[in-house]
């Protein structure tokens, strides 16, 4: 098993029980990535990984669980983050991405896929503005659909464990 799935297990991130996810979807167990993320030893094993492994001018993340993971990822790699809103805001400059994207090559990283549907809007919000976005990656892939239906969009998905390996 790699190091990212053993802390995984250490930090407790798989819990067991009813679920419903945020696509919908019922499932006997959950992946609770965004609290594991608040031990720093964990969050800067992943980011240290992604920043070795990816070449890109801006990392992102989709509020909430993308955040951290893109600030520390930034931070390993020395270079520039951005966050795109979970949702729209009416004030303000009205910006759906908080960070300069515009010409730049992304990488989008999610804590966990399922659909792809987070990491799709994501990769929406950045082609958008204008910035080259192709690739997600994320911490847990639960190997439901989300490869696929980003493949669909021509988004490769790249994950640092998949839930097959971990279960």
Known sequence: MNAIAD?????????????????????????DVKTAVTHP????????EIAKRYEFDVVAGVAVGGVPLAVATAL????????????????????????????KTILLVEDVTTSGGSALYGITMLRNAGARADR????????????????????????????????
Do not use: W
């Open 7 to 31: 802390l995984l297990i250490r930090y407790k991130a798989i819990e067991f029980g009813d679920f419903t996810l945020a696509s919908g979807a019922k499932s006997r167990y959950y992946v």
């Open 41 to 48: 030893e964990f969050l800067e094993a992943i980011a240290r």
């Open 76 to 103: 390993a790699a020395q270079k520039p983050f951005a966050i795109i809103r979970a949702d729209e805001k009416d004030h303000g400059k009205k910006n759906p991405i908080i960070g300069e994207v515009k010409g």
């Open 136 to 167: 997600v990656v994320t911490v847990v892939d639960r190997e439901q659909g989300a490869a696929a239906a980003l493949r669909a969009q021509a988004i490769d998905l790249f994950s640092l464990v998949r839930v097959s390996e971990i279960l």
